[in-house]
């Protein structure tokens, strides 16, 4: 099957907006898929390794709870994705505190470094396209960015009957 041929939408002011959020959507989770296969990761172990990586960098600890709630997945389903990550040498358990029945999960380095080459064709095509803009651009398409995934998160909690009332920050 033929590749689809990117075509911006016509220019219809919103709409098209959304529709070009739509496709690089689309494109990023082609090129997860992608990346990861190459490497024998489903997508579901990047966004885990993702989760982790933004937990710990909040200065968070991550145990499997955590991973199963951000994840949406069922206990058996958070077990086997933890399996195949300690597997694959991307993630430790540590057992946690003084109680040691809870256990935390870490990456590795091989994950950073895996990570780390599976990302760098994106990260380098993404910053050639982002240096054609100026910082004040860049700083606007940034509180777009940041408004619309709160948007997205607070659309996600009333699909599923978990929106706050307080609804989505504003950049």
Request: charge should be neutral.
């Amino acid at each position: 099957m033929a590749e689809e041929v990117f075509q911006r939408p016509p220019n219809a002011g919103p709409q098209a907006l959304v529709r070009l959020l739509q496709d690089f959507t689309l494109e990023a989770n082609r090129y997860v898929d992608t990346a990861g296969g190459r490497n024998d990761m489903h997508r579901t172990d990047l966004n885990a390794l993702a989760v982790i990586m933004r937990h710990t960098a909040k200065g968070l600890v991550v145990t499997p709870g955590v991973l199963r709630r951000e994840l949406n997945l069922s206990s058996p389903a958070t077990t086997a994705l933890i399996d195949r990550l300690d597997r694959s040498g991307h993630v430790v358990r540590e057992r946690l505190g003084s109680d040691r029945r809870q256990v935390q999960l870490r990456m590795t380095p091989k994950a950073f470094q895996d990570g780390s080459a599976m990302f760098m064709p994106l990260s380098r095509h993404m910053g050639t396209a982002m240096a054609a803009f100026s910082a004040e651009e860049l700083e606007t398409v940034t509180r777009f960015m940041t408004a619309m995934v709160e948007a997205t998160i607070a659309a996600r909690q009333e699909a599923s009957g978990t929106a706050s009332d307080d609804g989505p920050k504003s950049p």
